[in-house]
């Protein structure tokens, strides 16, 4: 069973993931903020195996 944390890390996790696809279909992608977008979804899914 998640705890109401790991499913809050979770969507923010999959929020990023969507915000890192929106960007990438972009005709002129910001490659700084894709790279900055991944850095913080790497960080959550760290947490997220850290309280499991």
Same mark, same amino acid.
């Given at each position: 069973?998640q705890? @109401?944390y790991?499913?809050?890390?979770e @969507?923010?996790? @999959?929020?990023? #993931?969507q915000?890192?696809?929106a960007e990438?279909q972009?005709?002129?992608p910001? #490659?700084t903020?894709? @790279?900055?977008?991944?850095?913080q979804?790497?960080r959550?899914?760290?947490?997220?195996i850290?309280a499991?």
């Amino acid at each position: 069973m998640q705890t @109401a944390y790991v499913q809050a890390l979770e @969507a923010k996790h @999959a929020t990023l #993931d969507q915000r890192i696809h929106a960007e990438s279909q972009r005709p002129m992608p910001d #490659d700084t903020v894709i @790279a900055e977008l991944k850095k913080q979804k790497l960080r959550l899914k760290e947490e997220i195996i850290a309280a499991h």
